[in-house]
């Protein structure tokens, strides 16, 4: 087997085993997946394909924008698990990096937390662009390795789980790979699902979070944990 294959096979035997013994339990709650939707101005009918879609809750939210739904991951297990749950789903085992749609198929493409577990992210980011549409919006969220946290935990003590193929680069660093791809950046987020979280513990519960709503913080956007990258296809 050859190293690329090996790797691959490693990281999906992670991904299998932690669904199994996880299952939604690693995943973020379903509340913090409505605001990619809402940056993308998700409208019904859209064709929505989800990379990386794990258990699928993207998808689970998407159902609120009446959009066609559509997911891939290279787990079985994570696709087993998702079917299960939403069997009216067009959900299939894939690798990202050869995806199985005619081109110019969808409207909007999102890939949450995932783009840095791919071994070869430039194939993945050219199969998007070649299965969305002209006018097809992007939504990537990707680790940020500028914080305490990455240089601290993952780099200096070793914590990067390897197996699962963590990764994590800068803003500048992600914004070049997305321009040689040939996408165009609209805008970058800070990661919102830590913020809400956070304004939720200083409403003191009395305020609710509306998770459909960019929180505002002032910090630089180079802080982020991870980014979220709204983006389009170059012209
Ligand atoms: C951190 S999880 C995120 C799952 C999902 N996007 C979410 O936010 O709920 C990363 C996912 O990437 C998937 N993955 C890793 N490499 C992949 C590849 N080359 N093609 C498709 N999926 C991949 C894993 O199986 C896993 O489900």
């Known amino acids: ?6 790797n691959q096979e490693q990281i999906i035997q992670w991904f299998n085993n932690t669904y199994t ?12 997946y409505y605001i990619y939707l809402e940056i993308l101005k998700a409208q019904p009918n859209q064709k929505l394909l989800d ?14 924008y009446n959009v066609k739904p559509y997911g891939i991951d290279i ?7 998702a079917k299960e ?13 050869k995806l199985p749609f005619e081109n110019n198929t969808f409207d909007i493409i999102t890939c949450i937390g995932s783009l840095e577990r791919m071994i070869n992210t430039q194939n993945a980011l ?5 299965v969305g549409n002209k006018n097809c919006k992007f939504c990537f969220l990707v680790r940020n390795s500028e914080t305490t946290s990455w240089q601290f935990f993952k780099t200096f003590l ?3 789980n390897k197996k699962g193929h963590q990764d994590a680069k800068n803003l500048k660093e992600w914004t070049a790979i997305f ?3 040939g996408f165009e950046v609209i805008n970058v987020f800070p990661d919102q699902y830590p913020l809400q979280k956070r304004l939720r513990r200083r409403s003191l519960w009395l305020k609710k979070v509306n998770y459909k709503q960019l929180v505002n913080n002032n910090e630089p956007i180079e802080k982020a944990n991870e980014f979220l990258f709204l983006l389009k296809k170059h012209d």
Request: aromatic share 8%.
């Open 1 to 6: 087997m050859s190293k690329e294959l090996d």
């Open 21 to 32: 013994k996880r299952g939604f339990w690693y995943l973020r709650p379903k509340k913090a």
């Open 51 to 64: 990379i990386a879609c794990g258990l699928g809750r993207l998808l689970e939210a998407s159902k609120d």
């Open 75 to 81: 787990s079985s297990v994570a696709i087993m698990k």
């Open 85 to 97: 749950q939403f069997p009216d789903f067009n959900l299939s085992i894939a690798n990202a990096e």
């Open 126 to 130: 050219k199969e998007m662009l070649r």
């Open 158 to 160: 070793g914590l990067k």
């Open 179 to 181: 321009n040689t791809a």
